[in-house]
């Protein structure tokens, strides 16, 4: 265990490396990041200014292992020390770009856990459901639902459900709020989000589950199992289910690991600042550190969900060995 | 899925390798045994598939009619940038909503007109729909070509190609595909014209199809890398390097027809996987700008006055779900005509 984790930590760091060498390229060779920075309105000695402040005169592989080293062991800026991890300052709020990332973390990550959790519960027991009755009408309905669920677009049902209950008056309009000092306001002011966000997730977890779970169903060990006499239940939630396991935590730790990185369609459609809130607003405010940020925070948020996956396959299945 | 040695049963067209007798289907007719192509075989059993023909038909009627937009526009006599409301102020209240019932829906605007500008929204759907099917169209074509290419290669020639396609792979697989779009779409656009000038709608255009070809084509490529892999170890594949077929020609003759299945059926899942994706884009505003219609803009718009016009979203909303429902039921009929054992 401690070698293969060790071993995929070391590769995980390497790719990360790659794609902030790789972004922080493209972002810094391709034009001006001053000129970008200052917009339409610039004069030469803002962007002089910018140059000096950020470091930018000095060539573009220096720059880069600045970036990099920061985000090791902390940086000095001209406007002050920016302490380790250092992503930088952002270009828009002249903010430390850890700090608003960190800032909007909450509100992301309980959107991700909440969302999980209904699509995982609704999702898988529609799933299991509809392959334990495969072929009767329950099986049809939920089928059914299910292949219409996985075609609404957040950017559709959002709105709906809005103008259903916050603009009726029925509920309050969807908010982030502490879950330390409110877990009732936050539950509440999270659950229309949850609900919109999982939809296309529970719809597509329905679907994987059934069809994993009818496949599981005809492998040979389960008509053994079946043959020498044991319940049926018994042979659906241990022999069955065990096996349907290892295609769901793969799909389910690619989504955590996108879901973690910032619902950028839901944040942005229910107004929750959180990470990809955060990203849209940089990007359309061209402030390249603070997309950068983001962009290696996310990567490496789908990099260690990836690991944890794959060191799961050994609890889930004991023919798989970790080496 | 399929496994590799079932798609090649199911349609292997390298004559003599497959009796046609040993297919399941018995091919008579008037009592006399004829040959179907495996082509045939699919189409045979997609026209069976009722489902499957609906769903093709609306899809291709999408395709036609975004196709036809500018026709159809010009005898309805509208188009998407006029402001009818500055021409015409009855149309709005004192709010800059539509004075009509229902959006303003009425015999002059069928599905009504947009708030505050007063275009009309199905023109706007229309040219919107092009735009969205236009790029995830040329997406399509470009991501399956270039998975392909590089999957079939790295499967068939192996070795050093095959182990450097599945680092570049897992390298572009760590890219949040999401946020990536977003991030790049400024920075590629900035490669063309400088962020002091305004960007002509093309530039937006091709840079929205580049960043997502760029993030789309390796699931196709690991998909085939993986079937070519085994169907090269396959007798017929040997016959072919033994009577001296160059590995160009093994490819495009031998393993290429093999692996048509999978890349037909990914792409139909894929093509409304971008639709959705660039639709996302312009909702979060960094897809097409105003004033160029596009279908998720509308939906931008949709929400921002959701409150006070719901009837906006209707049509938008309702048009692209039909889309993608028929378009995903198409993708699991060609799948079942390809491959009658994979049943749902």
Same mark, same amino acid.
């Given at each position: 265990m401690l070698p293969f984790l060790f071993r995929r930590t070391f590769g995980a760091i390497v790719t990360l490396i790659l794609l902030s060498a790789v972004t922080f390229f493209v972002f810094f060779a391709v034009g001006?990041?001053?000129?970008?920075?200052? @917009?339409?309105?610039?004069?030469?000695? &803002?962007?002089?200014?910018?140059?000096?402040?950020?470091?930018?005169?000095?060539p573009l592989p220096?720059?880069?292992?600045?970036?990099?080293?920061?985000?090791?062991?902390? =940086? +000095?800026?001209?406007?002050?020390?920016?302490?380790a991890p250092c992503f930088g300052y952002s270009f828009a709020t002249k903010q430390d770009v850890w700090s608003t990332m960190m800032d909007r973390l909450p509100t992301t990550a309980s959107l991700a856990i909440g969302g999980a959790i209904v699509f995982l519960v609704i999702g898988l027991g529609a799933g299991l459901l509809a392959a334990w009755k495969r072929g009767t009408v329950l099986d049809k309905v939920v089928t059914g639902v299910s292949m219409v669920l996985?075609?609404? #677009?957040?950017?559709?049902?959002?709105?709906?459900?809005?103008?259903?209950?916050?603009?009726?008056?029925?509920?309050?309009?969807?908010?982030?709020? +502490?879950?330390? !000092?409110?877990?009732?306001?936050?539950?509440?002011?999270?659950?229309?989000?949850?609900?919109?966000?999982?939809?296309?997730?529970?719809? #597509?977890?329905?679907?994987?589950s059934r069809s994993?779970?009818?496949?599981?169903?005809?492998?040979?060990?389960?008509?053994?199992?079946?043959?020498?006499?044991?319940?049926?239940?018994?042979?659906?939630? =241990?022999?069955?289910?065990?096996? !349907?396991?290892?295609?769901?935590?793969?799909?389910?730790?690619?989504?955590?690991?996108?879901?973690?990185?910032?619902?950028?369609?839901?944040?942005?459609?229910?107004?929750?600042? @959180?990470?990809?809130?955060?990203?849209?607003n940089s990007v359309t405010t061209l402030d390249l550190p603070m997309v950068l940020g983001v962009l290696i925070f996310s990567a490496a948020l789908i990099l260690v969900f990836n690991i944890i996956v794959d060191a799961t396959y050994a609890f889930i299945d004991p023919r798989v060995r970790l080496s | 899925?399929?496994?590799?040695? #079932?798609?090649?049963?199911?349609?292997?067209?390298?004559? @003599?390798?497959?009796?046609?007798?040993?297919?399941?289907?018995? &091919?008579?007719?008037?009592?006399?045994?004829?040959?179907?192509?495996?082509? #045939?075989?699919?189409?045979?059993?997609?026209?069976? +598939?009722?489902?499957?023909?609906?769903?093709?038909?609306?899809?291709?009627?999408?395709?036609?009619? !975004?196709?036809?937009?500018?026709?159809?526009?010009?005898?309805?006599?509208? $188009?998407?940038?006029?402001?009818?409301?500055?021409? $015409?102020?009855?149309?709005?209240?004192?709010?800059?909503?539509?004075?009509?019932? &229902?959006?303003?829906i009425s015999g002059d605007f069928w599905f009504g007109i947009e708030p505050q500008l007063g275009r009309d929204l199905f023109t706007q759907l229309l040219y919107g729909m092009r735009t969205s099917l236009g790029?995830?169209?040329?997406?399509?074509?470009?991501?399956?070509?270039?998975?392909?290419?590089?999957?079939?290669?790295?499967?068939?020639?192996?070795?050093?190609?095959?182990?450097?396609?599945?680092?570049?792979?897992?390298?572009?697989?760590?890219?949040? !595909?999401?946020?990536?779009?977003?991030?790049f779409m400024p920075v590629v656009v900035a490669i063309f014209v400088p962020p002091s000038d305004e960007t002509p709608t093309y530039i937006r255009v091709v840079a929205l199809i580049l960043v997502q070809w760029a993030l789309g084509w390796m699931g196709l490529a690991r998909l085939l890398r993986g079937q070519v892999l085994s169907l090269r170890e396959r007798e017929f594949v040997?016959?072919?390097?033994?009577?001296?077929?160059s590995p160009w020609r093994i490819i495009r003759k031998e393993l290429l027809p093999n692996v048509v299945t999978p890349i037909l059926v990914q792409s139909t899942y894929m093509l409304p996987l971008f639709v959705t994706a660039e639709a996302g884009l312009s909702y979060l505003g960094v897809g097409i700008m105003e004033p160029t219609p596009d279908w998720g803009r509308l939906f931008r718009t949709a929400g921002d006055i959701y409150e006070n016009d719901p009837t906006f979203l209707l049509f938008p909303g309702a048009a692209m779900v039909i889309f993608v429902l028929c378009f995903n039921l198409l993708g699991d009929s060609v799948r079942d005509a390809f491959d009658p054992k994979s049943g749902r």
């Open positions: 001006d990041p001053a000129l970008m920075s200052c @917009g339409k309105n610039c004069t030469a000695d &803002n962007v002089a200014l910018i140059h000096q402040n950020l470091g930018l005169d000095k220096t720059q880069y292992w600045d970036f990099l080293s920061g985000i090791f062991v902390g =940086r +000095d800026y001209t406007i002050g020390h920016c302490s996985s075609s609404v #677009q957040i950017y559709i049902l959002g709105p709906i459900v809005l103008g259903i209950f916050v603009y009726s008056g029925v509920m309050a309009s969807p908010k982030y709020v +502490d879950f330390t !000092s409110n877990p009732g306001g936050w539950f509440m002011g999270l659950l229309l989000p949850w609900l919109v966000m999982s939809t296309i997730f529970t719809a #597509q977890y329905t679907r994987m994993t779970m009818i496949e599981q169903l005809q492998e040979e060990h389960v008509r053994t199992a079946k043959a020498k006499g044991m319940p049926a239940r018994y042979v659906f939630l =241990r022999y069955a289910w065990r096996g !349907s396991l290892i295609p769901i935590v793969t799909i389910l730790g690619m989504d955590l690991g996108s879901l973690f990185g910032g619902a950028m369609i839901t944040e942005f459609t229910f107004s929750l600042a @959180g990470i990809g809130r955060l990203a849209i | 899925m399929t496994s590799p040695s #079932q798609t090649a049963a199911a349609q292997s067209d390298t004559p @003599g390798l497959e009796p046609e007798g040993l297919k399941k289907e018995k &091919n008579r007719k008037g009592g006399e045994l004829v040959g179907r192509s495996p082509g #045939q075989l699919m189409w045979t059993r997609f026209k069976r +598939d009722r489902t499957g023909m609906v769903c093709a038909i609306v899809v291709l009627a999408f395709f036609v009619i !975004s196709a036809l937009a500018p026709v159809i526009a010009s005898i309805y006599g509208k $188009d998407p940038y006029t402001l009818y409301g500055s021409n $015409d102020p009855s149309l709005f209240d004192d709010f800059g909503f539509p004075s009509g019932p &229902n959006g303003g790029i995830s169209v040329v997406v399509t074509v470009l991501v399956v070509i270039t998975g392909t290419i590089l999957g079939v290669t790295a499967g068939y020639v192996g070795g050093r190609a095959d182990y450097w396609l599945g680092r570049v792979i897992d390298f572009l697989l760590a890219f949040p !595909s999401q946020l990536t779009f977003v991030a040997e016959a072919a390097k033994i009577t001296g077929a």
